[in-house]
């Protein structure tokens, strides 16, 4: 497969259809890691099932991401899932017969302070609940992952099951995948709206035409919550910038993912690095921010060391634009082909100064490339994925909140599985839809 060269990350560019069917059993929105894999789980199960790209698939947070595959200090309630996640890793490069980049290296979080340490300590008691081996190593031991490292660091959360894959190549490739196992997938084709009768949703309306189905996944990323108002559905989700840089290559002799907080990095496949903050990021305002303020509040207040709240051209753009539109017109969807923020350079910066300080090695490394994805979130930090029980036949699958990828094959099966009325393999209870609205309190869990 050639690559796509973009201004963000190259990914793998897949061929896809052209002619729409008229009517498929499920209807697919969004053509990333969580679409692309329930594509994959629907069409191993013979239902009839097409997704629609308006862009590229991966072209949006599936190839912008870190590539971390992780349990390693995740919400408790996303474990079993995560656990189902890693399994299907396992077995995703004979499946696609193609290389993802999976690779089983550990993952280490770097205690800064003795809180973190507490903190790293719990979480790894409770993950031995679920079977999960992730321990404490004392300062000492993280010079033998981390040749170099000058960091003074109280301890570090060290999870040996944990990995990597290569954004830019696996959400192709299981894509790909999902169409030899007879899914239809077609990119430059935005959904404009859902079609709802008597309450029910019936199929979808895309730029090409319109298609019948019994069932429509969103897996829209960070557009699904303007493709739900389109029907009438209220999804709390914002939207966060978060800025990446990858290195040219270089012998660190580092092979696990490493998180500093100041900076966090990953091995590609290139021999380059994968380079970002884990606490910096940046959150326009917008009219959604304050019409979700009290629900985001709580997220707002943990994060807001690292997050930079901005007011600009964005709130005007979202106010105008992204807004749910006659669905016989061009749509916002046709014209954000790929959402492709620009990276926010003072972080990157920093970024760059930290891990140049923390391991010398990277001191003269060139970087190749800097680029930005726009992640979406919901008030609890976990997604949505569920059906929605004032639309019967819609089925949600979002808000991943900066950790969908690793997640991604076992979400998408999940999506599948409640689409076609199959008992998920893990209780979808905590992600359901309905817990914004049903009384749940809702809470977050802060575990790195
Ligand atoms: C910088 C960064 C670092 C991250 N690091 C990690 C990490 O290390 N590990 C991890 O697990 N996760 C990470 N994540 C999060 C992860 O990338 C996302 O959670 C995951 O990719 C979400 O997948 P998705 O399919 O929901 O969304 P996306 O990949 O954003 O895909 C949604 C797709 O839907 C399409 N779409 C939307 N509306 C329409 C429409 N109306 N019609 C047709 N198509 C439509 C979009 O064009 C888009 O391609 C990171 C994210 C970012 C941005």
Redesign the pocket.
């Known amino acids: 497969m050639p690559f796509v060269q973009s201004s963000g990350p190259e990914f793998l560019k897949l061929e896809t259809d052209q002619t729409l069917p008229r009517e498929v059993d499920v209807a697919i929105?969004?053509?990333?890691?969580?679409?692309?894999?329930a594509a994959l789980t629907l069409a191993q199960r013979n239902v009839k099932v097409a997704l629609?790209?308006?862009?590229?698939?991966?072209?949006?947070?599936?190839?912008?991401?870190?590539?971390?595959?992780?349990l390693a200090g995740r919400d408790l309630r996303e474990l079993p899932l995560m656990l189902r996640a890693h399994e299907l890793w396992g077995e995703m490069n004979a499946l696609v017969g193609d290389d993802t980049g999976y690779r089983r290296c550990g993952i280490l979080y770097a205690s800064m302070t003795s809180a973190a340490r507490e903190r790293h300590t719990r979480w790894a008691a409770e993950a031995a609940r679920y079977g999960i081996a992730s321990h404490i190593l004392e300062p000492s031991k993280l010079a033998a992952f981390a040749p170099g490292l000058t960091r003074q660091v109280a301890a570090a959360l060290h999870t040996p099951a944990d990995g990597?894959a290569e954004?830019q190549r696996a959400?192709p490739l299981i894509a790909r995948a999902a169409i030899t196992s007879g899914a239809q997938i077609f990119q430059d084709?935005?959904?404009?709206t859902i079609d709802v009768e008597a309450g029910r949703v019936s199929g979808l309306l895309?730029e090409h035409g319109r298609v019948r189905a019994s069932s429509v996944i969103?897996?829209?990323?960070?557009?699904?919550r303007?493709?739900l108002k389109g029907i009438g559905v209220t999804l709390p989700q914002l939207k966060v910038?978060?800025?990446?840089y990858r290195t040219l290559p270089i012998e660190a002799g580092i092979e696990p993912?490493m998180s500093f907080s100041s900076f966090a990095i990953?091995k590609r496949m290139d021999g380059g690095y994968t380079v970002?903050s884990s606490s910096e990021s940046v959150a326009e305002i917008t009219p959604d921010t304050l019409r979700f303020f009290a629900k985001f509040l709580p997220a707002y207040l943990a994060e807001r060391k690292g997050l930079t709240l901005r007011l600009g051209r964005a709130f005007i753009d979202e106010a105008l634009r992204w807004q749910p539109r006659d669905a016989d017109r061009p749509?916002i969807?046709e014209a954000i082909?790929?959402?492709d923020p620009k990276p926010h350079q003072a972080n990157i910066q920093r970024v760059h100064r930290a891990l140049v300080e923390a391991l010398p090695a990277f001191r003269g490394v060139g970087t190749a490339q800097s680029?930005?994805?726009?992640?979406?979130t919901t008030p609890d930090a976990i997604?949505v994925i569920s059906s929605v029980s004032e639309r019967p036949g819609l089925v949600v699958?979002?808000?991943?909140?900066?950790?969908?990828?690793?997640?991604?094959p076992a979400?998408g099966e999940m999506l599948a599985d409640i689409a076609i009325g199959r008992t998920p393999l893990s209780d979808p209870h905590p992600l359901r839809f309905s817990r914004f609205t049903d009384g749940e309190k809702l809470h977050l869990q802060h575990w790195l």
């Open positions: 929105v969004g053509g990333g890691i969580i679409g692309v894999s629609f790209e308006k862009g590229l698939i991966a072209g949006e947070q599936s190839s912008r991401n870190w590539g971390w595959v992780r990597r954004p959400t084709c935005a959904v404009r895309t969103v897996a829209g990323g960070a557009w699904s303007l493709l910038l978060s800025s990446v993912c990953r970002a749509s969807y082909r790929i959402l680029w930005a994805g726009m992640i979406d997604p699958g979002t808000g991943f909140a900066g950790h969908g990828f690793g997640i991604g979400a």
